[in-house]
């Protein structure tokens, strides 16, 4: 079984799509900070961000905003990558099926997330009862935050490509993560080098008075999605990961 990836080729790929459509690229993170800056001006005018209610609003409709945006952005890029002609409107509009499994898939992660920090830390603490958690970056603090952050990120890395199974081939939330699970098999530490370019990529744009971010945020999804489908193109076991309507190399 073969799922290895360039990264220099997927870099070169993303580049020459992103430059070729550099407008499309920069546009929906600007929509996405003008739909955030919008929905978070509405709710400070009409709810109380400090009180519990008001913040947990506030959390649910951003993130339904940052969801359907994403699939939106990735049936677009989608389509610029696969060269199936010019995009029109109905690209722009989010399919809400994906939306929702995407959505899924967030609040799936969460737990899981909450359930690993919680047993991590409550086994640590209960260990050492004497530490000040008051101080979060004390030196007695740092062992726990490790061991919270690699399984966590672990996990982050295993599960970069459930959004281009749930556009590219409609799976399920839970579909989609087996199948980024498994797609990944072998691969965590060329994908961390290409989490490392990515972060290298969006600090620059953040230097560029933060306005390179606008080309440097949507341009690592479509990073991202080009290794997608590198991977998806070179696997050669089909029922395991059941992927379907996708021309082999």
Same mark, same amino acid.
């Given at each position: 079984?073969?799922?290895?990836?360039? %990264?220099?080729?997927?870099?070169?790929?993303?580049?020459? %799509?992103?430059?070729?459509?550099?407008?499309i690229?920069?546009?929906?993170?600007?929509?996405?900070?003008?739909?955030?800056?919008?929905?978070?001006?509405?709710?400070?005018?009409?709810? &109380?961000?400090?009180?519990?209610?008001? /913040?947990?609003?506030?959390?649910?409709?951003?993130?339904?905003?940052?969801?359907?945006? /994403? #699939?939106?952005?990735?049936? #677009?890029?989608?389509?610029?990558l696969?060269?199936?002609?010019?995009?029109?409107?109905?690209?722009?509009?989010? &399919?809400?099926?994906?939306?929702?499994?995407?959505?899924? #898939?967030?609040?799936?992660?969460?737990?899981i /997330?909450?359930?690993?920090?919680?047993?991590?830390?409550g086994?640590?603490?209960?260990?050492?009862?004497?530490?000040?958690?008051?101080?979060?970056?004390?030196?007695?603090?740092?062992?726990?935050?490790?061991?919270?952050?690699?399984?966590?990120?672990?996990?982050?890395? *295993?599960?970069?490509?459930?959004?281009?199974?749930?556009?590219?081939?409609?799976?399920?939330?839970?579909?989609s993560?087996?199948?980024?699970?498994?797609?990944?098999?072998?691969?965590?530490?060329?994908?961390?080098?290409?989490?490392? #370019? %990515?972060?290298?990529?969006?600090?620059?744009?953040?230097? /560029?008075?933060?306005?390179?971010?606008?080309?440097?945020?949507?341009?690592?999804? =479509?990073? =991202?999605?080009?290794?997608? *489908?590198?991977?998806?193109?070179?696997?050669?076991d089909?029922?395991? %990961?059941?992927?379907?309507?996708?021309?082999?190399?």
């Open positions: 079984m073969n799922t290895s990836f360039s %990264i220099s080729e997927t870099l070169s790929t993303a580049w020459a %799509i992103a430059k070729k459509n550099a407008w690229v920069m546009g929906f993170t600007a929509v996405q900070f003008v739909v955030m800056f919008v929905f978070t001006t509405i709710i400070a005018l009409f709810l &109380n961000e400090t009180s519990t209610t008001g /913040a947990l609003v506030q959390n649910v409709i951003i993130q339904l905003a940052d969801t359907f945006i /994403a #699939v939106a952005m990735y049936q #677009v890029f989608f389509k610029l696969d060269d199936e002609g010019e995009i029109e409107f109905p690209d722009f509009v989010p &399919n809400f099926l994906k939306a929702i499994n995407f959505l899924l #898939v967030k609040l799936i992660m969460g737990a /997330a909450v359930v690993i920090i919680s047993v991590l830390a086994l640590y603490f209960m260990n050492t009862p004497d530490i000040d958690t008051s101080n979060p970056l004390s030196w007695k603090m740092l062992p726990i935050l490790v061991l919270i952050i690699i399984p966590v990120f672990y996990m982050t890395i *295993r599960l970069f490509f459930v959004l281009c199974f749930i556009v590219d081939q409609e799976s399920g939330a839970t579909e993560i087996s199948q980024s699970w498994t797609i990944t098999k072998g691969n965590f530490w060329a994908l961390f080098s290409l989490f490392l #370019v %990515i972060l290298g990529i969006n600090i620059l744009g953040a230097l /560029a008075l933060f306005v390179g971010l606008l080309f440097t945020i949507p341009f690592s999804s =479509l990073i =991202l999605m080009v290794a997608y *489908r590198q991977m998806v193109n070179n696997y050669t089909e029922e395991e %990961i059941l992927i379907e309507g996708v021309d082999k190399n």
